[in-house]
């Protein structure tokens, strides 16, 4: 069976949307609750591999964007969700599945503020250590 | 009785790409624990990015790496263009074949580097000079084409700065044929030689299911058998249409790790040969873009060490909104966590250097007893010490 409909079969009514921008390329848009749990099918069950993390800090919130290669057919699934919170921004860690995750939510926090819930190693990465505190590099200053 | 001594590898050189710093605990002679410490070069080009327009941006990633230089370029134009239609809808027939070249030409002198580093680590200098000596000629084979040794700003979107001239190609034809005899030295060198293998094998081992938990990527993945290449799994350039193999092997530790890149030269060699082969005479080399429509995109390449990717958020205006870059070494060198642990102080600096990091700042190596800290060792002779071992292992193995 191919992989797309693997994942809708295994998703189903989390999916919020499906856009598909090249052939390749698959974004789907999520609810910020099911992220742990739609990670560890992704991870464990159907096998996609771990590429990296990345966050935008938008206006309204910060888009939050999990991507995961297929490397049998070379498609980049994207998960996305939406941080509404801009003052506490929260979601799951998901580096208990596997430590692969460990860093970049490290630098995902240091960098954007983003609280990770569960996170076993939460401390810098890449900024000195005496960086001053709630200074956020990579949000959109004011 | 437990006497656990830090060990600190780093942080930090001016000239390497990646700087980073390894606190190693020891107890006696193995390594019980190992903190990975980045970010002494943190220089945030993401952020940078975001205030530079689009053609202006190949130039700054470019200096993310000295030694994959055309890396991340590349990865960022395959991401531009994965927002324009495809690299295969955007770019000419001809820049295709030019890309590729590059490409594989910088695999090349980074694996050649690689081995001869390893040589070095093993006690070896016979094979660092060897490869110090192979590599010379395609960086000047890169000086020829591109104008430059490293940083070769040939990457645009839309296709290449620079054409392979027609007069170019004898030459570089001549390289690959006097480099192919080279590469062979190694093989028969490294894989047939009793020391080597005692040395390597067994040392600084990653399970499969260990690499796929760390979610390592090019060469180290492929050593401990994780079969993924993004040339053949996601196809760039033209690589889909030459004839070349993955190469793949289990064991997952240094010696595998070696015997990968010593195969990769000789896909890339031949790779870059049917390459030259099939490009086409004369021909358009840029597509000339102008406009970046509003939309995201990703691109990854198989840099040498592994994969490279690039994601790009456009707004419609010149600039990205947001520019995010993975490389291969951020999900590699976490991997050492498990790798270096367990092993002993002797393998560590080999070990560490294995995933292809960086190499100047394990020259920074010191031994400090944590009672006191004073100083046991310097980096000098933890790199003693591993072509120690292997002298070691000379003198009792009965040469053939």
């Known amino acids: 069976m191919d992989m797309r409909d693997r994942i809708k079969e295994k998703l189903q009514d989390k999916i919020k949307e499906w856009k598909e921008t090249s052939t390749k390329r698959i974004f789907l848009s999520l609810d910020k609750k099911d992220i742990y749990r739609v990670v560890e099918i992704l991870f464990k069950n159907l096998e996609l591999r771990f590429i990296t993390a990345s966050a935008v800090d938008l206006p309204e919130a910060f888009e ?79 | 009785m437990s006497h656990k001594i830090i060990v600190p590898i780093g942080p930090y050189h001016p000239l390497q790409e990646e700087p980073e710093f390894f606190q190693l605990y020891v107890e006696g002679e193995k390594v019980v624990d190992i903190d990975i410490i980045i970010g002494y070069n943190h220089r945030g080009i993401e952020k940078l990015s975001e205030s530079k327009h689009f053609d202006q941006v190949p130039f700054l990633v470019e200096r993310i790496c000295g030694i ?185 530790d240094i010696y595998s790790k070696t015997i990968v890149r010593i195969l990769e030269l000789f896909e890339s060699i031949s790779l870059i040969r049917q390459s030259l082969d099939k490009m086409p005479k004369g021909g358009i080399i840029d597509a000339d873009i102008k406009e970046i429509p509003a939309g995201e995109g990703i691109g990854r390449v198989e840099a040498p060490r592994g994969e490279c990717f690039h994601y790009i958020k456009s707004d419609g205006t010149n600039r990205p909104v947001r520019h995010k870059i993975r490389s291969p070494s951020f999900m590699n060198v976490a991997s050492d966590k498990v790798s270096a642990v367990g092993g002993t102080i002797s393998d560590a600096a080999l070990t560490l250097a294995a995933v292809d990091p960086c190499y100047c700042c394990t020259e920074r190596l010191a031994v400090i007893n944590k009672k006191d800290n004073s100083k046991i060792m310097n980096g000098w002779d933890l790199i003693k010490l591993s072509q120690d071992k292997t002298k070691i292992l000379k003198l009792s193995t009965p040469r053939l």
């Open chain 2, 68 to 252: 994959c230089s055309t890396s991340h370029p590349y990865a960022y134009c395959l991401a531009v263009e994965n927002i324009l239609g495809g690299e295969i809808n955007v770019v000419p027939e001809k820049a295709l074949y030019i890309r590729t070249i590059i490409d594989e030409l910088q695999r090349i002198h980074s694996h050649l580097l690689w081995l001869g580093l390893v040589g070095h680590f093993i006690g070896y200098n016979t094979i660092w000079m060897w490869a110090w000596k192979y590599r010379e000629p395609v960086l000047d084979l890169f000086e020829m084409v591109t104008g430059n040794r490293n940083n070769y700003a040939m990457f645009k979107i839309g296709g290449v700065r620079r054409d392979i001239k027609d007069e170019d190609i004898p030459a570089l034809k001549k390289m690959l044929d006097e480099l192919l005899p080279g590469v062979d030295l190694f093989r028969g060198a490294i894989m047939d030689d009793p020391v080597i293998q005692m040395r390597l094998k067994d040392v600084g081992k990653l399970s499969r299911q260990q690499a796929v938990e760390w979610a390592v990527v090019g060469p180290t993945a492929r050593a401990s058998g994780v079969n993924i290449d993004i040339r053949r799994d996601e196809p760039y350039g033209v690589t889909d249409r030459l004839d070349w193999n993955v190469i793949l092997e289990k064991d997952g």
């Open chain 1, 64 to 142: 939050f964007l999990y991507h995961f290669s297929n490397d049998p057919s070379g498609e980049i699934y994207t998960l996305r969700i939406l941080l509404e919170d801009k003052i506490k921004p929260e979601v799951a860690s998901i580096t208990p599945l596997f430590p692969g995750a460990e860093w970049i939510e490290r630098e995902i926090w240091e960098m954007f503020g983003i609280n990770f819930i569960g996170h076993p190693n939460l401390k810098k990465l890449l900024l000195a250590e005496d960086w001053p505190q709630g200074d956020y590099p990579l949000r959109n200053k004011q």
